[in-house]
């Protein structure tokens, strides 16, 4: 497994910046399956959401194929 840094974890405002919609439309699209589960660092009820920058990339591949 690779170490996790900061520079291959996304958080939510990533994924909003780089198009993939608003939150809502973010989790949405996780509950279907087109994104990735997040990782949870923390279990306070406002730990914060990351996606692995490498099933993101899995991701946009598939959509620009």
């Known amino acids: 497994m690779k170490l996790l840094n900061k520079n291959n974890l996304k958080d939510i405002n990533d994924l909003q910046a780089m198009g993939f919609g608003s939150r809502s439309t973010i989790w949405r ?21 990351f996606w692995l920058m490498e099933d993101i990339e899995k991701v946009l591949n598939k959509i620009l194929g």
């Open 29 to 49: 699209r996780v509950g279907r399956g087109e994104l990735p589960q997040p990782i949870r660092f923390g279990t306070a009820h406002n730990s914060k959401w």
